[in-house]
């Protein structure tokens, strides 16, 4: 078998756009005379090893056109970790099945993953040219100013807390508390922010893991709110922790890597009634945050597809051990530009919200952050209208 294929992998969990990235990087290698098969890895790193491959070949057109308006990842994902021998076992499987370029799609750990079996085939004789592409609603990784994937759920968790501020608002009756996903990093919860621009208001603190969570001052902080609106917006990152690391709720459960975070917003609603005597709900929305079509941000959309079809020019051009990136140029009018990053710089290394962009109670976002965020979510939110 000549080495002529070209391998699509997905890794972590999928987000609102990581098809678009597997349309651009599938379109654009369907279309490369250099590029003999175009194949989709099922179920991740498992399906190299266990050739499970899909050939895009034989995929009607109408279904490919299908990927950048579909949820999840069409040819699945997984969290598998891996060890050095994996890694190798991996290089063989790719050379066995002739693959030539391998693009690996997902967040900073499937960016060490891409990284590794990059440096395998290198270490084993096996010529593959391996690139990353971005992919994470959590908006962690690093250099690269924002990953696809993020700005959906910026616009997911904007638009929702919009319309839940205008429930509380129209009803004050009692303090709600927002939880959103993120890890170790508060992007998206920092994107409830621009929930007033939906015309009737925003939340009214915004908690970020960025910043050691201090039980007092958030209880301070509550008592105004009951105090002056007799109710509340209050959102919250997964991944608050008070001083020293020690998570606010206790973690369900912990592997190696990963962190099933507790009910923070549970945690903090029962505190808010047992301390302060006054009603609190708790909203999580989870993974409909991550999911969301509905919500998907254009510009979230076309970067991802250019993203992918980028990579696929950077495989072919040899420029092995990369990964796209996005490089802003100016944020009004909003300009961008992709660029390849070398992959070492990338490795499991967190971008978390800079000092900058958080206020000075730590308790909310600056302008700042406000400004960055706006150009990527796609067009404005929906106004509502509001007498009271």
């Not at 004050?172 to 208001?201: F, K, M, Q, Y």
Request: with cysteine.
């Amino acid at each position: 078998m000549g080495a002529d294929g070209l391998l699509v992998m997905h890794g972590g969990g999928p987000t609102a756009v990581i098809n678009a990235s597997l349309y651009g990087a599938v379109t654009e290698a369907l279309a490369n005379p250099s590029v003999g098969r175009v194949l989709g890895a099922i179920g991740g790193v498992g399906g190299i090893t266990e050739g499970n491959l899909l050939d895009f070949a034989g995929v009607l057109a109408s279904r490919l056109e299908m990927l950048p308006s579909s949820p999840s990842s069409a040819i699945g994902s997984s969290r598998k970790p891996l060890g050095p021998d994996d890694n190798v076992e991996i290089a063989r499987a790719l050379e066995r099945q002739g693959i030539r370029w391998l693009l690996c799609t997902g967040g900073n750990g499937t960016q060490d993953t891409c990284g590794k079996i990059w440096r395998a085939c290198r270490e084993q004789g096996v010529e593959v040219d391996v690139v990353g592409i971005p992919k994470t609603m959590d908006n962690d990784i690093a250099v690269t100013d924002h990953a696809p994937g993020f700005a959906s759920a910026a616009r997911f968790m904007a638009a929702s807390v919009s319309a839940m501020c205008a429930d509380v608002h129209g009803l004050p009756a009692h303090v709600s508390i927002v939880e959103t996903l993120g890890r170790n990093a508060g992007w998206v919860a920092a994107a409830s922010s621009l929930a007033d621009e939906s015309g009737v208001c925003g939340p009214d603190l915004i908690y970020l893991p960025e910043r050691d969570f201090d039980e007092r001052a958030f209880l301070d902080d509550a008592q105004r709110l009951v105090d002056e609106k007799h109710s509340g917006v209050i959102v919250v990152s997964e991944g608050l922790h008070k001083a020293g690391g020690e998570p606010v709720a206790t973690p369900l459960l912990r592997t190696e890597r990963a962190t099933y975070f507790g009910d923070v917003s549970a945690h903090l609603a029962r505190l808010v009634i047992s301390e302060l005597g006054c009603r609190a709900r708790s909203e999580k929305p989870g993974l409909l945050g991550r999911c969301s079509i509905a919500w998907q941000s254009s510009v979230d959309r076309d970067e991802a597809v250019a993203c992918g079809r980028e990579a696929v020019r950077a495989a072919l051009a040899g420029d092995s051990g990369t990964m796209v990136g996005i490089e802003r140029i100016a944020s009004d009018p909003y300009e961008a530009r992709l660029v390849r990053i070398p992959i070492e710089r990338v490795m499991l290394e967190e971008r978390c919200v800079p000092p900058e962009y958080i206020n000075e109670r730590g308790n909310g976002v600056t302008e700042a952050y406000r400004t960055w965020l706006r150009p990527l979510l796609g067009g404005p939110l929906p106004r509502f209208a509001s007498f009271c």
